[in-house]
Structure formats: structure tokens, C-alpha cells
């Protein structure tokens, strides 16, 4: 079992940048597949960057000129550095965890993942 708490969101301006980190307790970080999600109000949870044990990622259409997910298994940790920040990415941005054998799986789909951090909210003011 893990446990995830996010952390760096705020209230920035369109344009912006902003870090968001999640770390996770237990010494079996590596074996988990990562992956971020926001939830906007009124909107269902979507998918936002997945990365998986070895280090490769994907990220969601819309942001992946922006945002770069990356994992740091020293530190138990997974980042999401979001660059030029639009009001339409205000959302409570979530990390999420799924333990698996599989080197190279990236899971888009809530579903998939079994465990979540309490989210973060970002705000991004036009």
C-alpha cells in the first residue's frame, strides 16, 4: 500500500509556471506506475500525464507542450512542472498510484489506479 500527498498548487496568473510535486510513503515507489489528474468543477476527473517505471510518459493532448511529468524514485517522488499556465487549466490536481510488473504501462483511465493523494487545487486567474 501506498500513500500520496501532492503539494505546490496556488494561485497564479495566465502565463505562470508551476511545480506541482507528490510523494509517496513505502519503500516500493518504483514499482508503481505514476500518474496526475485534475478534476475542474462541474467536469468528471480527466487524465493528465502518466509515467511508468522505466521513466517513459505520455501526457494529455492539451497539455503536452507544457506540462512534463517526471519521477524521482530517490525520493519516493513525482512532479508535474506546468509552463504557461491557462485559466482552463484551473482544477484540484490529483497523484495517483497503481502497482504493477509491467516496465513500460502508462494507465490513462481513472480506473485504473487504486491510489490517490487528497489533490491540490491550481488556480490560474486571467
Known amino acids: 500500500q501506498v500513500q500520496l500527498v501532492e503539494s505546490g498548487g496556488g494561485l497564479v496568473q495566465a502565463g505562470d509556471s508551476l511545480r506541482l510535486s507528490c510523494t509517496a510513503s513505502g519503500r516500493t515507489f518504483s514499482s508503481y506506475v505514476m500518474g496526475w489528474f485534475r478534476q475542474a468543477p462541474g467536469k468528471e476527473r480527466e487524465f493528465v500525464a502518466g509515467?511508468?517505471?522505466?521513466?517513459?510518459?505520455v501526457h494529455a493532448d492539451d497539455v503536452k507542450d507544457r506540462f512534463t511529468i517526471r519521477r524521482d524514485n530517490t525520493n519516493n517522488a513525482v512532479y508535474l512542472q506546468m509552463n504557461r499556465l491557462k485559466p482552463e487549466d484551473t482544477a484540484v490536481y490529483s497523484c495517483?498510484?497503481?502497482?504493477?510488473?509491467?516496465?513500460?504501462?502508462?494507465?490513462?483511465?481513472?480506473?485504473?489506479?487504486?491510489?490517490w493523494g487528497q489533490g491540490t487545487q491550481v488556480t490560474v486567474s486571467s
Open positions: 509515467i511508468n517505471r522505466s521513466g517513459g510518459f
Open positions: 495517483a498510484a497503481e502497482a504493477t510488473a509491467n516496465m513500460l504501462i502508462i494507465y490513462t483511465a481513472p480506473g485504473d489506479y487504486d491510489y
